[in-house]
């Protein structure tokens, strides 16, 4: 395994003793695995008598790439000498090459050997070194000495000399390290989890993205994998990948769902042989695609279907799939039965075997003469790709059914009957029904209208005789109180007080009354003018404040705004304000009344919230709240009011185009918000 971003990456100085007692100790099991894979080779005779031989051999391999280290100041990321033929593996490899043409072997046999003993070394790297970081880089000594022997037994092999051996050495290695870099950069760079397994399937490289995917604990962006280390089977995999080699696959391919770091995940699993140039199984290529994303779609498209599949056999509404049939001159003149459910057999008695693929000119003879035109109908959903619906009656069924026919390509559509006799039956008794209470509502109306009218005119007259006569009080009233018309003693002072307040009441009903009246009778008008609704709450605020002060209480506005201009009736706005806020402070004991003008983010609503901290109204009465003569508590005196203010207050909110929300906790308080249009319909840009 190499580390991420190799060979580009920080130097990494080895321990030559280290690496030399690694090797030293472990000569005699380097020398027993090549023995056996000579024997694999064929070379029985030489291993029977030369036994020796091969242990020195081994010993002269150590000694070469510790001469090689020693050379590049055991620096992996410098380069040994420029002059190839002074190289210490070079060296080697071209003496071996002498040695072993005496004992008989060939080119083919020598680097064959010589694969099998890079095997072995890297073998016992991988058993012995635990480290992953240290193991890589051993074996990258490993790897950097055998591709030098290789060279320098090739040169020799070949009869060069001089600087043609150094040429062709310089030419060989310069190769060699662009087809590795290359191969590293490739093999790292693939998003997919990607492995190289040996022949007999174990691990021998793993990417990035197949350690992160299979829960390498600890790693996070690095390719020193401590779980996932070469030389073990690849867990996940392990039966598929033992079945593929007892089966002599060359390559296979199926589905597999594995578990990750992220969870389950469906895999397309890819394995393939790999073979050397002479065609010799060399290992094998394992190639992970998620194909999680498609496999849940292709399971939801199933689901889809099969519900479909029912819902459109067990539908109540017959429904029918069809294509046009055209002339020469490309006119829709039939269409042809494609799909129709089991709905649709019943509906009609045709039935699907006898209906699918066949014109509906054949199955219905005439049907083009009758008085509707189906097939011109349905030409024209298909010629301008429009739904369209309608209702027809069947004389031979005594049916009437809607009909909703859609587009469904350039030459197909589909078709929806749904029975609407009952319907139409319940139609027509019911447009009877609705005639016949129509009339009577109207001479209701008419009536009521009419007594209405004798109601708002009487209000109206007696507007004046009601008021005169209080007002008549309020003064004498008020004269008596003030000593205008002799001096009272207590008890008469005590008593024309109590006439007085009770004439004050009297009057705010009835001018609350007469308000309310007028403004239901339509006689009320809007005049509008453009007025700050900031400046309006104030002064509204202000005028109450004495009151708020009687009972310890805080009349506050707040506002995000400075300026909140509308154009509106302000007179009328002012008396709702005047109603929420008073009627605030009266039902609020401890703490503040706030008042919050603004203007909502499109800029066409303005809005006043009105905030209290008094008990609040249970929910059973926030929908009766705005009823005329509702009281919250009607075991109160009539003092507190007669329940006429937000009655008055919500339908001058109305008059000028708004409304009137309200929260409330109890305990807690009570929100009211107005909301109107910034500028008032009747109003002129």
Avoid at 88 to 113: C, K, N, P, Q, W
Avoid at 187 to 203: D, H, K, R, W
Avoid at 608 to 628: A, M, N, Y
Wanted: aromatic residues 8%; proline residues 3%; negative net charge.
């Amino acid at each position: 395994m190499h580390p991420k971003g190799s060979p580009l990456r920080e130097p990494r100085h080895l321990d030559p003793d280290a690496l030399r007692s690694l090797f030293e100790s472990g000569e005699a099991w380097i020398v027993k695995r090549v023995l056996r894979y000579a024997r694999d080779l064929g070379y029985s005779r030489y291993t029977s008598t030369l036994e020796e031989a091969w242990r020195v051999s081994v010993q002269g391999l150590t000694d070469s790439m510790l001469m090689m280290l020693e050379q590049c100041g055991f620096d992996l990321d410098i380069e040994c000498e420029e002059d190839l033929s002074k190289d210490a593996a070079v060296l080697f490899g071209i003496r071996e090459a002498g040695l072993h043409r005496t004992r008989g072997i060939d080119l083919g046999m020598f680097l064959g050997l010589m694969k099998y003993y890079r095997t072995a070394y890297e073998d016992l790297i991988r058993e012995r070194i635990t480290d992953p970081e240290d193991a890589w880089e051993y074996r990258t000594v490993v790897e950097r000495f055998f591709d030098r022997l290789e060279i320098g037994f090739t040169v020799e092999w070949a009869g060069f000399s001089g600087q043609e051996a150094l040429t062709e050495m310089q030419e060989r290695s310069r190769i060699t390290t662009e087809e590795k870099v290359k191969y590293l950069t490739v093999f790292e760079s693939v998003n997919a989890p990607l492995l190289l397994l040996t022949a007999e399937g174990m691990i021998e490289n793993i990417n990035e993205s197949a350690a992160e995917m299979f829960g390498v604990e600890g790693v996070s962006g690095s390719a020193y994998y401590s779980k996932l280390a070469t030389g073990i089977p690849f867990e996940p995999l392990a039966e598929d990948i033992t079945g593929f080699l007892s089966r002599g696959l060359r390559d296979q391919q199926f589905e597999r769902t594995l578990d990750t770091t992220l969870g389950p995940r469906v895999f397309m699993v890819r394995i393939k042989r790999l073979l050397d140039v002479s065609g010799k199984f060399t290992g094998l290529t394992v190639v992970l695609s998620d194909v999680s994303e498609r496999h849940a779609v292709e399971q939801e498209l199933r689901a889809s279907k099969r519900q479909y599949e029912f819902l459109f056999h067990n539908m109540m509404d017959a429904f029918a799939h069809h294509r046009v049939v055209r002339d020469d001159d490309g006119r829709v003149v039939d269409y042809v039965f494609l799909e129709l459910n089991d709905a649709f057999e019943k509906m009609t008695g045709l039935s699907a075997t006898a209906s699918l693929g066949t014109p509906v000119t054949e199955l219905l003879p005439g049907l083009e003469e009758g008085s509707f035109d189906w097939i011109g109908t349905y030409g024209r959903v298909v010629d301008l790709q429009q739904e369209t619906s309608f209702e027809q009656y069947s004389r031979d069924l005594d049916r009437w059914y809607e009909v909703q026919a859609y587009p469904t390509g350039p030459d197909t559509f589909a078709a929806v009957f749904s029975d609407v006799t009952d319907a139409k039956t319940q139609e027509e008794r019911l447009g009877a029904l609705v005639d016949e209470r129509t009339r009577e509502l109207q001479e209701s109306l008419d009536e009521l209208s009419k007594a209405n009218r004798v109601k708002d005119d009487f209000l109206a007259s007696m507007s004046h005789e009601l008021r005169t006569p209080l007002n008549s009080v309020l003064g004498f009233s008020g004269i008596l109180l003030s000593g205008l018309a002799g001096e009272l003693n207590d008890e008469q002072s005590r008593q024309l007080g109590m006439i007085r307040s009770s004439g004050e009441r009297l009057l705010t009903l009835v001018n609350d009354v007469l308000d309310l009246s007028r403004i239901e009778a339509g006689y009320v008008d809007v005049e509008v003018r453009e007025f700050d609704l900031v400046t309006l709450c104030e002064q509204v605020a202000e005028s109450l404040r004495p009151i708020a002060l009687t009972k310890g209480l805080e009349v506050r506005v707040n506002y995000d705004y400075l300026v909140v201009p509308v154009w509106t009736d302000e007179d009328k706005l002012s008396q709702i304000l005047l109603n929420l806020i008073s009627n605030a402070l009266k039902f609020t004991k401890v703490g503040r009344v706030t008042v919050e003008p603004s203007i909502s983010r499109d800029g066409m609503t303005a809005e006043v919230r009105v905030t209290d901290t008094g008990k609040g109204i249970e929910p059973d009465e926030l929908h009766h709240i705005f009823e005329r003569f509702h009281r919250t508590n009607i075991t109160e005196p009539l003092k507190d009011g007669a329940g006429l203010g937000l009655s008055i207050s919500r339908r001058l909110a109305e008059l000028l185009g708004g409304k009137i929300d309200v929260e409330s906790t109890p305990g807690i308080g009570s929100v009211f918000t107005l909301h109107i249009p910034v500028r008032h319909e009747s109003a002129r840009f």
